[in-house]
């Protein structure tokens, strides 16, 4: 499992490759803290190359939300599939969250 960040203005586009779980969430809250410290506004996290998300790890999506909320910004989750959407819908953090297929539909819908 590992985290990228890429950074274009006040976008901060983070990369989940494995697992969101409880031994990783924090490394992954810190790195998306650090860059809406920085002035990152919009969030899009990708889990295109991940399948997994436990409980802890969708606390920390819930946390994330609300600290970006209050800094005016929003976070955005693209690139779930199936079973992770179906986890989302089942949960109703579908909306909580808002849902893209891809980076680039997140970021149009700026």
């Known amino acids: 499992m590992s985290f990228s960040l890429e950074r274009m203005d006040d976008i901060a586009i983070v990369t989940v490759d494995g697992q969101l779980v409880v031994t990783n969430r924090q490394e992954f809250k810190q790195t998306i803290l650090d860059a809406v410290e920085q002035g990152a506004r919009l969030v ?3 889990f295109t190359t991940s399948g997994y998300i436990d409980s802890s790890g969708l606390g920390a999506l819930v946390s994330l939300s609300r600290r970006l909320r209050d800094a005016g910004g929003d976070l955005r989750l693209v690139g779930l599939n199936e079973d992770l959407r179906t986890l989302f819908e ?15 539909d997140a970021l149009a819908a700026r």
């Open 44 to 46: 899009v996290v990708d």
């Open 90 to 104: 089942l949960t109703r953090l579908d909306a909580l969250f808002p849902l893209y297929a891809t980076r680039a």
